[in-house]
Every structure is written in C-alpha cells, then in structure tokens.
C-alpha cells in the first residue's frame, strides 16, 4: 500500500510540475506531506478520534501551510502546487486527479450544520487565488482560473475567468467558456459565453485606479453603473 502511495505520488508530480528533477525531490513538495498527514487525520476522523485527528491536521497545517479539515474527502492523483494558503473545509469532496493552485479556498458560507462546502468533481484545475463557497458541484474536466464561485453550481467541461465571478444562485451548464472578468448573477448560462457590463466596469475601475496611482488624469468611472 505504501509503496503505491509513493509511486502513485511520483507519477503525478511528474505529470503536473513541470519543475520535477527527480523522485527524491517529493520529499521537499508541501503537497506531498499534506496528503500524508491528511490520510492519517482522515482515517482518524472516520474512527470518531476527533482530537487526534484534528491535532494531526493542525500539526500538518503549520508544517506546510495547508489546511486540510481531517473530514474533507479527497481521491487519488490529488496534488497542489506551491501550496501556501489552501483551506479545505470539513465537507468538501474532491475526486480523482485533482490539482489546486495556493491560495484556494474551498470553504462554506456560514454556521449551518451538515453538507456546507464544495464537492470537486474528477479532473478539475482550481487556479491560485479561487474561491468556491458553499455546498456546490464543480463539475468533472472544469478549469477555474483565479475566479469567485458562491453558492453555483459549475458543470463538466467548462472553464471560468480568470477574475470572473459567479454570484449566489447561478447555474453554469457544460461545456460553458466564461471569459475574463465576466460577472455572473442569479442566471443560469447554457451558451458557450458570456458577456458581462459589471465585470467590463471593473476592468475600467481598475485601469482608471493605476492612473490615480501613477498621478496620471484620468476621467472618473465612479458614475457608472451595470
């Protein structure tokens, strides 16, 4: 079993870090120890040993600067690059060859008790900075690039933004390509794109924002609206 574990954990390093020198050199991966002590705290969790499991994830977290709740479900193939920044909550169920950039929050959105967090289908590409808020599906072969999804649902074969966001109560069908910085609220979308004014707002905020910084002129954007 240890020696599939490791094999399988050389192979998709390997496949996903174009950085990869050698097999010894995932012992240096924080991604590496995170899915080990994880194994360990989730099998501790299951057995209702929540102390345990949870000094184990804790422990995990401040060795790698990931942060797995020992209750998250996560398949086979499941790697994150660099690391920094991840938080898995309780809930969350990721599938098969899974790859997660830093900075990706994968959280609930409140208090409420039973399924609160994402559920990631198999094959999925969650880039740095995404965050994914409550009981959604994201769903199999789908590529999120530094985006916002709340509350909405994501299907197969899609990819979203980068800087896009997906608002409460929304519904992206398959094979759906939400381009950059589309903002998505309450609608469900079938077509192969999207256009989005506020998102087209936000670009212009932010260009006018570099001007002021630079003590350049620019025409104020602030009287605009979607």
């Known amino acids: 079993m240890l020696k599939e574990f490791w094999k399988e954990s050389v192979e998709v390093v390997k496949e996903k870090d174009p950085a990869f020198k050698g097999a010894i050199e995932v012992l240096l991966y924080p991604s ?14 299951k057995k209702g040993l929540l102390v345990p499991a949870r000094f184990v994830s804790q422990v995990s977290r401040f060795l790698t600067g990931i942060e797995i709740h020992p209750g998250a479900t996560i398949g086979k193939r499941f790697f994150i690059d660099h690391g920094a920044g991840i938080v898995i909550g309780e809930t969350a169920e990721i599938g098969d060859n899974v790859m997660l950039f830093h900075g990706v929050t994968l959280g609930g959105t409140g208090k409420q008790k039973g399924k609160r967090h994402p559920t990631v289908a198999d094959n999925v590409m969650i880039g740095a900075g995404t965050i994914v808020l409550g009981p959604v599906t994201i769903g199999e072969n789908t590529k999120i690039n530094n985006s916002q999804v709340y509350e909405s649902t994501v299907g197969d074969n899609t990819t979203v933004g980068p800087f896009s966001y997906i608002r409460p109560k929304s519904e992206i069908g398959d094979k759906v390509k939400i381009g950059d910085f589309v903002e998505i609220k309450n609608s469900s979308v079938s077509a192969p794109f999207e256009v989005s004014f506020v998102g087209l707002i936000s670009v212009l905020n932010l260009i006018n924002g570099m001007f002021k910084n630079s003590n350049c002129s620019a025409t104020s954007l602030s009287n605009f609206s979607a």
Do not use: G, K
């Open 32 to 45: 590496f120890w995170a899915v080990v002590n994880h194994r360990i705290a989730h099998s501790l969790y």
